[in-house]
């Protein structure tokens, strides 16, 4: 576990886990693999600059999504969803292609999960990626997305 202290607050990023590139507030997406499939959800650091997330719009199992794509600072890919929280709303962006397998019904009904437990029963969804090997490679490790959380 990687735990980089920033502005006051401790943030955790569990090794095991691989990261999306961030710019600003947009990424902050952690990528666990299962057995060939994506499991994804919102970081501990990216959870606490939310603040309480009241609201969470996600797609619909079988629902085709791509990998967040950066023009510079500007996402290229289209937003899959949106986070809302008491203090702003976020794009939410898939970290990899494939088809939506599975939603977390229990954050739909129960959006504070994702503040309580971001990096378990906080998940988002699970993805069946459509080119895995190559994506992977574009993922940081907690160590890279450490890093880059010290520069914002």
């Known amino acids: 576990m990687v735990k980089l202290q920033k502005d006051n607050e401790t943030y955790d990023i569990p090794d095991e886990l ?10 902050h997406i952690w990528v666990r693999l299962e057995n060939g499939k994506v499991r994804m959800g919102i970081t501990d650091y990216g959870q606490k600059q939310l603040k309480e ?10 629902d085709t999504v791509e990998a967040l794509v950066f023009d510079g600072e500007t ?3 289209k937003s899959i969803g949106a986070i809302e929280s008491q203090k702003t709303s976020v794009e939410l962006y898939a970290p990899v292609s494939g088809k939506v397998d599975e939603i977390n019904d229990e954050i739909e009904d129960n959006p504070g999960l994702i503040n309580q437990d971001p990096y378990d029963d906080g998940w988002l969804l699970l993805i069946d990626p459509s ?3 190559t994506e992977k490679q574009q993922l940081w490790s907690a160590e890279k997305y450490a890093h880059e959380l010290e520069k914002l």
């Open 18 to 27: 691989l990261y999306v590139p961030s710019v600003g507030n947009i990424g």
């Open 53 to 62: 997330i009241v609201f969470v719009e996600l797609p619909n199992p079988g």
């Open 75 to 77: 996402p290229k890919t």
């Open 131 to 133: 080119n895995l090997e």
